[in-house]
């Protein structure tokens, strides 16, 4: 089975950086899509980065210039690298991936999307 373990969380000050990391564990898999989601109490969950198999990256709108997706793909492990924190960047963090695992001996496929437990991130005002 795979599973996804994020590090890194923690409280910060305000304008202080933290950096997140997500590192997916198992074997006979390969790891398309990863993302960090993140949802505050009472909101949504949000997207807030994503960066493809080949490194192609897509950001909130709320993240761009402050935070930096990144993935070693030789450590099967995204990162989030979060810079200038605000006190709205408060919210429960969590690690997305898109894998292909191989489920039998005979060699078949399954594409699933698997999620973390969250780590949470808390910055001061």
């Known amino acids: 089975q795979v599973q996804l373990l994020e590090s890194g969380g923690g409280l910060a000050q305000f304008g202080a950086s933290l950096r997140l990391s997500c590192a997916a564990s198992g074997s006979g898999f390969s790891i398309n899509d990863m993302a960090w989601y993140r949802q505050a109490p009472g909101e949504e969950r949000e997207l807030v980065a994503r960066i493809s198999r080949a490194g192609s990256t897509t950001y909130a709108d709320s993240a761009k210039g402050r935070f930096t997706i990144s993935r070693d793909n030789a450590k099967n492990t995204v990162y989030l690298q979060m810079t200038s924190l605000k006190p709205e960047d408060t919210a429960v963090y969590y690690c997305?991936?898109?894998?292909?695992?191989?489920?039998?001996?005979?060699?078949?496929?399954?594409?699933?999307?698997?999620w973390g437990k969250g780590t949470q991130v808390t910055v001061s005002s």
């Open positions: 997305h991936a898109n894998i292909e695992r191989i489920v039998n001996v005979e060699g078949a496929r399954v594409t699933r999307d698997y």
